[in-house]
């Protein structure tokens, strides 16, 4: 089972439209990471979140630690915002996994397309 | 600001080629980040340094060395490419990873170098 998972996979919406993208994960968090990642390629950071709720512009991050789980919200979605959504996850006992001891594990992306 | 810069952007390697990225920045980060982005698949760690002259592995590191002689460079070679490492790499840095304020944790990243391996 993967240590993050998002949901949808794939949305398409009309412009205009109140997007939802999930994230859940299984481990014990230090922190969570909302990236957005451009057609062309290029990869943003938007949120990163430990507790409660960010909001930026149009875009509102939220995470309930005990639940294990984060929304990114989109109000009056554009077709600008078309993008593969990321989540990623800092596990707080990083050596468990056997990873590197300073990398974010990462969801699959959302990949959303808002049509006009 | 150029931010983090990779080059080259594009590579075609025969199997049993070498060769190297290079990511540069210029915002004075302490971390710095490869991972590489597979179909189907999260970013996924490759290797990782948390200042100059120090590297460290992450969760794919077969295959790859990294260097960071410089604060501003980290360096990924492929020493004996493979079509397995077909894939687009990416770098990011920041200047830390937990603690000291939230600014610094966020990881800036690079416009990615799309590599593939015959």
């Known amino acids: 089972k993967n240590e993050v998972e998002q949901s949808p996979q794939n949305l398409t919406a009309q412009e205009g439209e109140f997007i939802t993208i999930n994230c859940s994960y299984s481990v014990g968090i230090s922190a969570l990471h909302w990236l957005q990642q451009h057609p062309g390629g290029g990869i943003v950071s938007l949120f990163m979140l430990s507790s409660g709720k960010k909001k930026h512009g149009r875009l509102i991050a939220t995470i309930n630690i005990q639940e294990k789980h984060s929304s990114l919200h989109i109000t009056a979605s554009h077709p600008r915002d078309s993008a593969v959504y990321i989540c990623a996850v800092r596990p707080r006992f990083i050596f468990a996994r056997g990873g590197g001891a300073d990398g974010l594990t990462f969801g699959k992306g959302t990949h959303l397309i808002i049509q006009p | 600001n150029a931010g983090v810069t990779q080059t080259p952007k594009f590579r075609v390697l025969k199997t049993g080629q070498s060769m190297t990225l290079l990511c540069a920045q210029d915002m004075n980060h302490e971390y710095m980040y490869w991972y590489r982005q597979d179909p189907g698949m999260g970013l996924r760690l490759i290797h990782y340094s948390v200042g100059e002259g120090t590297t460290a592995k992450g969760e794919v590191p077969d295959g790859y060395n990294v260097s960071r002689l410089k604060k501003q460079n980290f360096l990924l070679g492929l020493e004996s490419a493979a079509p397995s490492q077909t894939s687009v790499y990416f770098c990011?840095?920041?200047?830390?990873?937990?603690?000291?304020?939230?600014?610094?944790?966020?990881?800036?990243f690079g416009a990615g170098t799309r590599l593939s391996v015959l």
């Open positions: 990011a840095s920041s200047y830390s990873s937990q603690g000291g304020g939230v600014a610094k944790n966020i990881q800036y």
